[in-house]
C-alpha cells in the first residue's frame, strides 16, 4: 500500500526552475533510493515533502492525505521524521537535550531506552555536548532524535557523508534493523553500492528530473543507466 506518493511536482527557487515534474512514491515498509549527482534536486525533493519547499504545482500525498499546501511543522507531526544533509544538530546542546527536540508527547523514556539498544554507545554520552561527538556518533543521534518523533517515513538525506568506511557499514546494519521494525525510509545518497545494498527499489535523478527507476536486479540489466546519471561505470 502507498504511503507517500509524490506526483508531476515543480518547484521553484526564486525564478531557478529546479523540480520539473518529478513523482516518485513509497510503499509501506519499503527503503527507497534517490541517486543524483550534486545539484540534481535531491534535498528539494526532500525539502518539498516536508513543506518547506512549495510547489507550483503538483501533489504530495501521505498515508491518503493531500499534505501539498499543509504548513511543516504539522507535516512532521503526521509522522515524517527528516535527518536533513549535514545532520542538523544543535552542537552546544548535549546529546539527551538533542533527543529531547524530537519528543513529541513529553519524556519518551521508552523511546530512549530503544535508542540506547540501537545505539549502546549513547548510553555513557547522553551529557556530552553533542558538537564533540565523532562524525558517525553524530549522525547516530540525528538518527534517533528523529526516530523519537515515531514516524511511519523517515527521510534521511546523504547520511554517510564524512563517515569512516566503519561507520559506513554501521550504518548500513542500523538502517536494515530499522526498517524491520516498520519504518518506510526514502534513502537519499550519492554512494551506489551502499544503495544498491538497502533500497528495494531506486530512482534517478537528473536536473530536476527522474529519468529512470527501477529494482536494483532490475538495473544489473541496465547498467548504462548510473553512466548516464551519476557518471560512474559499475
Ligand atoms: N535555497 C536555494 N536557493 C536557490 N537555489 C537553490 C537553493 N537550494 C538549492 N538550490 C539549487 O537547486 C538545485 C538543486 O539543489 P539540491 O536540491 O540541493 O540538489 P542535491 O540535493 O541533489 O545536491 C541546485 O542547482 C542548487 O544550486
Ligand atoms: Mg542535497
Not at 66 to 73: E, K, M, Q
Not at 75 to 94: D, E, H, K, N, S
Request: aromatic content about 8%.
Amino acid at each position: 500500500m502507498e504511503l507517500l506518493k509524490v506526483a508531476d511536482i515543480h518547484t521553484y527557487y526564486g525564478r531557478s526552475y529546479i523540480l520539473q515534474g518529478v513523482s516518485l512514491s513509497v510503499e509501506r515498509k519499503e527503503i527507497v533510493g534517490l541517486l543524483g549527482r550534486n545539484g540534481a534536486g535531491k534535498t528539494t525533493t526532500l525539502k518539498a515533502i516536508l513543506g518547506l519547499v512549495k510547489p507550483k504545482k503538483g501533489t504530495v500525498t501521505f498515508r491518503d492525505k493531500n499534505i501539498t499546501r499543509v504548513p511543516a511543522y504539522r507535516i512532521a507531526r503526521m509522522g515524517i521524521g527528516y535527518v536533513p544533509q549535514g545532520r542538523g544538530l544543535f552542537p552546544l546542546m548535549t546529546v539527551m537535550e538533542n533527543l529531547k527536540t524530537g519528543m513529541r508527547y513529553g519524556y519518551d523514556s521508552e523511546g530512549v531506552e530503544e535508542m540506547l539498544t540501537l545505539f549502546p554507545f549513547l548510553k555513557g554520552r547522553l551529557n556530552q555536548q553533542a558538537g564533540t561527538l565523532s562524525g558517525g556518533e553524530q549522525q547516530a543521534v540525528a538518527i534517533a532524535r528523529a526516530l523519537l518523533t515515531r514516524p511511519y517515513l523517515l527521510l534521511l538525506d546523504e547520511p554517510t557523508t564524512g563517515l569512516m568506511p566503519l561507520f559506513v557499514e554501521r550504518l548500513r546494519q542500523t538502517i536494515a534493523r530499522i526498517h524491520e521494525k516498520g519504518v518506510s525510509i526514502l534513502l537519499v545518497e550519492e554512494k551506489v553500492p551502499f544503495t544498491l545494498t538497502l533500497a528495494e527499489r531506486l530512482y534517478f535523478m537528473v536536473k530536476g528530473r527522474i529519468i529512470h527507476h527501477g529494482t536494483p536486479q532490475s538495473l544489473k540489466e541496465t547498467p548504462e543507466v548510473f553512466e548516464r546519471t551519476l557518471g560512474i561505470s559499475l
